[in-house]
């Protein structure tokens, strides 16, 4: 099952902290690393990202969401888009909220064994025990569902393969 851990702020300081983090945090070695960024409407910058947290209404919660596949049942090749599974959790979070959601997120795959994606989102109030259900449900059905499809085509790939050597 998908991991979808959370904490929250109300600070808007402490939400600019927390982008920089995801985009700037060193690498395993030490070396400085520069992610992507990206929301619902694809790419953006830190400055975008930033807009996200001073237009977010009085109120509003940021939280700090990091999305992580089971490396041993459903990221096991390490290959799983986990920018999709981050749409499709991010999407389910709307849909119990009944509204629109704004957010950044970047992905983490250098540093830790296990590939993971940060998001920093801004909510209109706090986040319900079944908002989490939800949320770390979906992200486990999208992972498994893009590993099934992975391992088919990984596995037709395999047999056309064979299948070309039979011909030769």
């Excluded at 498994?144 to 596995?155: A, N, P, S």
Aim: hydrophobic content about 35%.
């Amino acid at each position: 099952m998908a991991i979808v851990k959370a904490t929250y702020t109300k600070s808007r300081g402490g939400a600019k902290a927390s982008i920089r983090y995801i985009e700037h945090r060193p690498g395993k070695d030490g070396e400085k690393v520069t992610r992507i960024l990206f929301g619902s409407d694809g790419g953006m910058g830190r400055w975008q990202a930033y807009s996200l947290i001073d237009e977010a209404g009085k109120g509003s919660y940021f939280y700090r969401f990091a999305i992580s596949p089971d490396p041993t049942h459903e990221d096991t090749g390490k290959d799983l888009v986990l920018r999709q599974v981050t749409e499709q959790t991010m999407l389910k979070l709307e849909e119990q909220l009944q509204r629109a959601v704004s957010w950044v997120a970047a992905e983490h795959n250098d540093h830790a064994p296990h590939r993971h994606v940060h998001v920093v989102a801004v909510v209109p109030g706090r986040l319900q025990v079944r908002d989490f259900q939800a949320m770390r449900q979906t992200a486990t059905e999208a992972a498994l569902e893009q590993r099934k499809h992975r391992d088919l085509v990984r596995e037709q790939q395999e047999q056309d393969r064979e299948e070309a050597q039979w011909e030769r």
